[in-house]
């Protein structure tokens, strides 16, 4: 009986060992983070401070990410819109002609001048223009005295016409005494064929070289030679009409107004008369064909204006020139 009882124990705690195995248990869709419990009251005051809980900020958290992508897609978008708006602020603002004083002291103060609309700029500019077209420039004076003598200043212009190979041969000379009278005026007969008679500048047409108003360049030449010498010479580029009369003049008895420093322009070059006329005459000449015994006045008036300074710089030059010239006699 013990033995039975022993087996039957030992058979039923093996029968009960399989029937008493423990049970795995059923997997739980809950996560295994604990819970935060809340009372009612805990969570009343919560939503009352406004303080977001944390579910609500997974949320938000979650809901962000389709946000971001449909952000970006409206970023691509929004450029359009923003140039469009530019365009629109960039055109430019008209500031009506009619400003106070106030305005405008405070524009001159900024160094800003206020637009005008297109309208009025145009109206301005062509009232500028229109201005300009009309301003006059006085004619030169005429000559003082009727005196028609060979004062001791005489101011020389010669015209001359193209022959071959683009030289200028003679074609007129004019003279006038220190009064701006005319002492000499004559055309010159042509010693080669004229290819070139610049009527637009000197004025000289084909019948003023003929032999019924022109006279031999030889006799030209001898008579102004008797007529400047031992005379101061003004005039303007006096080395082209000495050089086409084929005569040489003491430089100390010549008055270039091209060569004067004072009326030259920056680095040693010369004004053309016509400028020179403007801005120290306020006259105008040359406006069409030159006219000789015009440059000849011309030239001589600007040496009579700067007359004084200019007699002053030739005396320091003189002396320097005898200085020179008294060592080069004691060195030989």
């Given amino acids: 009986m013990s033995q039975i009882g ?6 039923k705690r093996k029968s009960g060992s399989k029937d008493v195995q423990p049970s795995k248990k059923p997997k739980s869709d809950v996560s295994l983070t604990p819970a935060t419990t809340k009372t009612p009251l805990r969570s009343a005051k919560i939503a009352a401070s406004g303080i977001p809980t944390p579910k609500e900020t997974l949320k938000a958290k979650v809901s962000l990410k389709p946000a971001t992508s449909a952000a970006v897609k409206q970023e691509s978008v929004l450029p359009r819109t923003v140039s469009a708006k530019a365009t629109i602020v960039k055109q430019p ?19 800003k001048k206020p637009t005008l609309a297109k309208k009025q700029t145009d109206a301005v500019t062509s009232a500028q223009d229109e201005g300009k077209v009309k301003r006059e ?13 060979v004062t001791k200043y005489v101011a020389l212009d010669c015209e001359m016409v193209g022959v071959e190979n683009g030289e200028s041969m003679l074609g ?19 010693q080669e064929e004229v290819l070139d008679y610049r009527t637009r500048w000197s004025g000289i047409q084909k019948h003023h070289l003929t032999p019924d108003n022109a006279v031999a360049f030889k006799q030209v030449q001898t008579e102004v030679a008797e007529i400047i010498k031992d005379r101061i010479v003004v005039g303007h580029a006096l080395h082209n009409d000495f050089k086409v009369l084929f005569l040489s003049h003491p430089w100390n008895m010549i008055r270039d107004t091209a060569k004067y420093r004072p009326l030259m322009r920056k680095r040693n070059k010369p004004h053309a008369l016509k400028n020179l006329v403007r801005m120290h005459l306020g006259a105008q000449i040359q406006g069409g064909e030159h006219e000789p015994d015009e440059d000849a006045r011309a030239a001589l008036l600007l040496y009579k204006m700067f007359k004084k300074d200019w007699e002053q710089s030739l005396r320091s030059k003189k002396v320097g020139h005898r200085r020179s010239t008294t060592a080069e006699q004691k060195g030989n």
């Fill in 6 to 11: 022993k087996s039957g124990s030992v058979a």
């Fill in 93 to 111: 603002v008209t500031v009506s002609s009619s400003l106070s004083g106030n305005w405008l002291q405070l524009q001159k103060a900024l160094g």
């Fill in 137 to 149: 420039f006085k004619k030169l004076p005429l000559p003082i005295s009727e005196d028609r003598s």
């Fill in 172 to 190: 007129r000379v004019c003279i006038v005494n220190s009064y701006g009278n005319v002492v000499y005026d004559k055309y010159v007969l042509p």
